[in-house]
């Protein structure tokens, strides 16, 4: 290389699931060429059923046109913007003004990293689950913020410790990332939870940003935080499609709150792209209009797998919680399980036995943080016929 990286870059590596899937890729070709069958992932939530048919209709209308393959506003277009606010309504109770309020993404995921780019300068704070999502923290690195971890614990139903907070030192801290249905764990939300964080954002100035992708998945009643009151002062919210409606690979997402945080936002991400694929958009308009059947539809096959991965725990005697929400299922693996190895957690040690005998790759919990090190996560987005397939290999294993 001729010049040296960013010491930014330093503070990150590669992100964990790029790199095992890299793994697997070169495992699954000398198994193939030893005759042996790919190996079964478990790992990633990206959903396998099909988007909502009038959805990909939209999509597949809309491309014939040659005007649409331009670049688009930055804002997204109107119809799509109402469209948000519409689902909001709906599902959620919460009047959002589609003109200043939402912001069109492509995915959810890009606006970690625009958030802290909008808000957070050199040495700012920034509050962030353990366990949690991998990206909180290394789009605070980048930015060069500093990480204070707030630890999530299962007797507390994964929840946080405010009594805790409240005795940390809280000057200089900006944002607080939250995610309920919260991922690895599948805690549910409660209004009482998106209550007391409310609270806790307006009394000490901190930006409660709550990633919100899951609230469909095994969920009967979908919640945002902006439905609690004075939310608006304190709060914004993340949502996507990716996961209720099937299309992860069409990045499509939101960002909602009140109009100057929109706003900020919006300086930044007018700088890093050029607006989102006019047919999209209005394919995800369509899949926004889905009727509760859609939901009803989704959850049922979701709950039949949940089950299935349930079994797979059953068999490795790792405990869990049958009621959970979300797309995967998070179980906590018996202590020397797999014999103690120095600098690997037990977490770590049955996902390498699993991938490397059995063929089977499930989430080692260490990737969420040191309160995810003795935990395991498999992902419901696999068909019930390969969560038995692998439930099949994994007790030719450990038998």
Known sequence: MIIKAAERTESVQEYYFSR??????????????????????LGIGSPDGMPPMPAVDALCEAARFPGNHAYQSY???PELRQAFAAWYARWYGVDLDPASEIQPLVGSKEAILLISLAFLDKGDKVLVPDPGYPTYSSASKLVEAEILTYGLVEEKGWQPDFDALEKMDLSGVKIMWTNYPNMPTGAPATGELYSKLVDFGRRHGIMICNDNPYSFILNDKPLSILAQPGARECCLELNSLSKAHNMAGWRIGMVAAEADVISEILKVKSQMDSGMFKPLQLAAVEALSQGPEWFAQLNEEYARRRVLAGEIFDLLGVSYDKESSGMFLWGKVPAGMCGAVEGVTSGQALSDKLLYEAGVFITPGFIFGSKGEDYVRISLCAKPEVL?????KISNVIS
């Open 20 to 41: 095992k899937l890299k793994e697997i890729a070169s495992m699954n070709l000398r198994r193939k060429e030893a005759g042996v069958e790919p190996v079964i992932n």
């Open 75 to 77: 804002v997204g277009l």
């Open 388 to 392: 038995k397939k692998a439930a099949e």
